[in-house]
């Protein structure tokens, strides 16, 4: 469990495809240095977030850290693009006396997004974010949290998908946050990896299957409330 306040940013010293040794286990393995504040109460088997993806310590000494990435990973993130030098966000997990300065962050990448314009506003500035898999977006909403690259930011604005569009959602970047992460090292058209709110997702799986189970219709005013929210993404 992760908190999305990014620690550091490291630094990849190498992705490894096939990594046959011990500590590569015959997998890709990927290799993170610069980070010597962040190991100073590492083990081996400890949980580490890397840009938003929860993996695991096969390997370390005093200035950087192994771990392995599984094919499920790969196919659902974008370490698998990272190269020699790429910057990436850390964060140790969470311990008893960790403040929760951000949310609940598993570090389970849901899918991508595209990085589809970047806007100053003042000395901020405001992401607007595309998701691969637009079913993500029925988590999405505007004032709740995103996991973006790890960090744990505020959802500014959302569109749902239409008939007419694609849907996107906006994040906005404080002066500080910007020297703090790898995103504001990015441009329009680069991926992001995206975890959604928990808690949207558990409450989403227990309503349908009450639904489901009660063999239940929603109550009328459910229906209406429902009908009347289709209606202004129809109409969007």
Not at 149 to 168: C, P, Q
């Amino acid at each position: 469990m992760f908190t999305g306040i990014v620690e550091i940013v490291g630094t990849v010293s190498s992705l490894e495809k096939h990594d046959d040794t011990q500590s590569g286990g015959g997998g890709t393995s990927l290799t993170i240095s610069d980070c010597s504040e962040i190991l100073i109460d590492a083990h081996l088997g400890d949980s580490i977030n890397i840009n938003g993806t929860c993996l695991t310590i096969t390997e370390f000494d005093s200035h950087s850290f192994k771990v392995g990435v599984a094919p499920e990973t790969l196919r659902r993130t974008n370490l698998g693009s990272l190269q020699t030098r790429s910057s990436v966000n850390l964060e140790r997990a969470v311990s008893a006396t960790t403040r929760m300065g951000g949310h609940f962050v598993q570090g389970h990448v849901d899918t991508i997004a595209t990085i589809l314009s970047i806007t100053p506003d003042g000395n901020a500035l405001t992401f607007r974010m595309q998701p691969r898999d637009s079913d993500v977006l029925k988590y999405i909403v505007e004032k709740g949290y995103v996991a973006l690259d790890g960090t744990s930011l505020t959802i500014t604005k959302v569109a749902d998908e239409s008939e007419n569009y694609n849907g996107w959602w906006e994040v906005m970047l404080i002066a500080y946050t910007q020297e703090k992460i790898v995103m504001t090292q990015k441009k329009v058209g680069d991926a992001v990896n995206v975890e959604v709110d928990m808690l949207g997702k558990y409450v989403d799986k227990c309503v349908r299957v009450y639904f489901k189970e009660n063999k239940a219709q929603p109550s009328e005013p459910l229906q209406n409330l429902i009908g009347n929210y289709e209606g202004r993404v129809a109409n969007a």
